[in-house]
């Protein structure tokens, strides 16, 4: 699953994510991460308050300029503006995506595949395409911020500040990556098992 969802993402992240929305996010972060070089390198200067010799302290400053930059680029929406239409029982797809969907599309998001029920192929295959939307929304913010914590704990480790707790977030923030990656594998996995059941006999 975690294959077929890196696989979803790379050829449907530029349905969901708006380049020139992305083009000016990378401007913006690209001006914090200059303006952040050059106020730690004031403080530096001035306080020395990394506490370590010129190269290390110009690498901590890097890197914390870069967390800066990574932090500034995934708190800036990026998105396509969302249809009014795309909604899971009337709400937006949201972070708690797996949350918003009906119960008859959740049981098909299991760990393990069921056959789609004929009756439940059009709500699944609704379904699936706003997930799928939600879900490499959530990949594309995700990855930003895993690369301004792993920035930022390379920083504390360069200055020797370790503490423990912020390292385990980033730890921790890291492996929610590669499942969030695994249920886009199974919304995909679902989509896919709709498309091949058969269509409800129509009704009288």
Not at 100 to 127: F, G
Not at 174 to 195: K, N, V
Request: charged letters at 20%; a positive charge; aromatic letters at 6%.
């Amino acid at each position: 699953m975690f294959r077929l969802g890196c696989s979803v993402f790379r050829r449907h992240a530029g349905d969901v994510f708006d380049r020139a929305r992305v083009r000016r996010a990378v401007a913006i972060a690209a001006a914090a991460f200059a303006v952040s070089v050059v106020a730690l390198s004031g403080l530096e200067a001035r306080l020395g308050w990394t506490g370590t010799g010129p190269v290390r302290s110009a690498v901590a400053i890097a890197l914390l300029a870069l967390g800066v930059g990574l932090l500034t680029f995934g708190c800036i929406p990026t998105r396509h503006p969302l249809d009014p239409a795309a909604t899971i029982n009337g709400r937006p797809v949201r972070v708690d995506l797996r949350f918003a969907a009906r119960p008859t599309t959740k049981r098909y998001l299991r760990r393990r595949a069921v056959p789609v029920a004929p009756e439940d192929r059009d709500a699944v295959l609704t379904d699936t395409l706003l997930l799928r939307r939600g879900l490499i929304a959530l990949i594309g913010r995700a990855g930003p911020l895993l690369g301004a914590g792993v920035a930022a704990a390379c920083a504390c480790v360069v200055t020797a500040w370790t503490q423990w707790f912020p390292l385990l977030w980033v730890v921790g923030y890291a492996f929610s990556i590669p499942g969030t990656l695994a249920d886009l594998g199974r919304t995909e996995r679902a989509r896919l098992a709709a498309l091949a059941a058969p269509e409800p006999a129509p009704t009288d």
